[in-house]
Every structure is written in structure tokens, then in C-alpha cells.
């Protein structure tokens, strides 16, 4: 009944009421860091920080409610009402009822169970830290600066010359500079040439001299060289590790267990059949035999009833 109330007060506030705890606990968060909440609360009581979803879904709830408790009392005592720092093994509903009349005082509204804040996490506890958070920030008179920039230092400005526009002079320069460099890299071609003509010339020589007279054959038996093969062969063989969480390998793994399911059905359904066949006609010998029996036995059995009914008379 519970969660079906919960769900029609979540369709009345529209479809984005799950996500108003996300919000708030967000918003919380960079209150609770303008509040400086690390130094006063955190180190004091060697606690962990908090994350922005820290109080808007449910991880420890005992650590979630100390924690509640803990962010609580340091509110409530920051926005000038006293408020003892509650211990871990203080009762919860004394707490939290004290919790709920300070938050009364400051003119918040509390219309839910107290159980919602027990929880240590939700949307109720994010309401209750956020309103202490606010009466915190208005106690506290704290107003938001003007933005300070960083001054910036302007580059001093470099003047490029725009090559766009060239002159005839220029021009001429350009292609007579050309005209040259072409030049020196035909010298240098030909000079290339004449050395690589003269290398080519060099080692035909220096080949004809060193030609094997005799053709060069195999000395290697060839079973051995088969043997070497199948003994190399399987390390030769590049395997690929497959990631078993790809969906690629899922899927076919299904195929492959419907294929041997399928012929492994094939197999045991005849085997079935035959054994049923066999069960039927055992069941109708075992009917014909029990007619049988029954036939034969019917003029004892009346003689059996026969002598029971006198034997009752007497």
C-alpha cells in the first residue's frame, strides 16, 4: 500500500519527480562546500566526503543516518539554536524527533513519517539538510561577489606582410631562381647516372667471375623436413583470444547449443517413441491378462460370496 501511494503521489507531481532527489542533493552539496563543511565536520570527525549522490540512493543506511544526524546538529547549531551532537548509540525516533521540532522552529514543514528521515537517505532527508543549509546561508548573511577576471595581457600585435600582391621585380627574381636549381639538379642527375652506370658495370664484372659452376641442391632429407613441419606446425598457428563478454560470442554460443539440442531431440525422440509404443502394448497385455483372470475366477468368486452370506446368517 505504501509503494502504491508513493506511486500515485510521484504521477501527480509529473514524470520528473524521481529525478527532484538528484536535484536536491546536488544543490546540497555545493551548499554544504560553500559552508566549508570539510574542515568543520569532516576532519573533525574523521568522515569520508560526501559524493552528489551520496544521501539520494540507498548504499549503508547506518553510515547514511550517522552521517544525517552528524550534518544535521552542525547546521542546526551553525543557524544559532543548540543542538547536542547526537552519538551513535542514541536512540533513532528520539533524534529524529528532535531533528524534525528544530526544523519546525525555523518554519520548515514536515508533513511525513519520521521514518523517511531514519532511512538516511531519500528525498526527505535531502529536504530537511537542504532548508537547515538555507537558514545556515540567511544566519550567516551570506551574499554572493562580483566575479573577479583575471586580468589578461594583450600580445603586442605583429605586423605580417601580406604576399598576396607581388611585384614584376619579385616575379623575375622568382624565375630566374628557379631556372637555376632546375639546372643544378640536371647536373646533378647526369653525374648520378654516370656513377650508377659505372657500379652496374662493376658488379656484372665481379658476377661473371663469381658464378657457381655446379647448380645448388637440397642436402636435407625430406621425411625430416616433414617432421620439422609438424612439430613447428601448431606453433605457427595464431590463436585469438575471444572477449567472452562480446554478444557476437553469446549469440553464437546459442545457435550452436539450439543446433545440438535440436539433434540431440531428434535422437531421444525416437528413442521415446519406441519406448512408448513398447509401454503401450505391454499396458494392453497386462488389461487382456487381468480379463482373463477376472473371467476365470468370477464362478470362485461368487462362491466365495455365497459362503460369506452364510456364514453371516449363521
Known amino acids: 500500500m505504501a509503494e502504491d501511494s508513493r506511486r500515485m503521489e510521484e504521477e501527480d507531481r509529473g514524470p ?4 527532484q532527489v538528484f536535484v536536491l542533493m546536488e544543490d546540497l552539496l555545493d551548499k554544504l562546500r560553500l559552508l566549508n563543511y570539510e574542515d568543520e565536520v569532516l576532519k573533525k570527525h574523521n568522515m ?3 559524493s552528489r549522490l551520496y544521501f539520494a540512493l540507498p548504499t549503508n543506511s547506518g553510515e547514511q543516518y550517522f552521517m544525517f544526524c552528524t550534518l544535521a546538529a552542525w547546521l542546526i547549531n551553525k543557524a544559532g539554536h543548540h543542538f547536542e551532537q547526537p552519538q551513535e548509540y542514541d536512540d533513532p525516533n528520539a533524534t529524529v524527533s528532535k531533528i524534525l521540532t528544530e526544523l519546525r522552529s525555523f518554519g520548515g514543514t514536515a508533513d511525513f513519517p519520521p521514518s523517511k528521515l531514519k532511512a538516511g537517505y531519500g ?6 539538510l537542504d532548508f537547515l543549509t538555507e537558514e545556515v546561508l540567511k544566519h550567516t548573511n551570506f551574499t554572493w561577489k562580483r566575479p573577479v577576471y583575471p586580468s589578461e595581457e ?4 605583429v605586423i605580417v606582410e601580406d604576399d598576396a600582391e607581388l611585384t614584376l621585380n619579385k616575379f623575375e627574381d622568382e624565375i630566374v631562381e628557379e631556372e637555376s636549381d632546375n639546372d643544378e639538379e640536371h647536373l646533378v642527375d647526369l653525374n648520378i647516372l654516370k656513377a650508377q652506370s659505372n657500379k652496374k658495370a662493376s658488379t656484372q664484372n665481379v658476377g661473371e667471375t663469381s658464378k657457381p659452376e655446379e647448380i645448388l641442391e637440397s642436402k636435407t632429407d625430406a621425411a625430416e623436413w616433414y617432421l620439422e613441419v609438424e612439430r613447428v606446425l601448431p606453433q605457427l598457428k595464431v590463436t585469438v583470444r575471444t572477449d567472452n563478454k562480446d554478444w557476437r560470442i553469446h549469440v553464437d554460443q546459442m545457435h550452436q547449443h539450439k543446433d545440438g539440442i535440436e539433434t540431440s531431440l531428434k535422437e531421444t525422440k525416437g528413442y521415446l517413441d519406441k519406448l512408448h509404443n513398447e509401454v503401450s502394448k505391454t499396458l494392453e497385455k497386462v ?5 482373463y483372470i477376472n473371467s476365470q475366477l468370477d464362478p470362485l468368486v461368487q462362491e466365495y460370496r455365497a459362503a460369506q452370506a452364510q456364514l453371516s446368517e449363521v
Do not use: M, T
Request: hydrophobic share 35%; proline share 5%; glycine share 4%.
Open 16 to 19: 520528473g519527480a524521481a529525478f
Open 48 to 50: 569520508r566526503p560526501i
Open 123 to 128: 528525498e526527505q532527508v535531502c529536504y530537511v
Open 154 to 157: 594583450l600580445d603586442e600585435e
Open 287 to 291: 488389461a487382456s491378462r487381468e480379463k
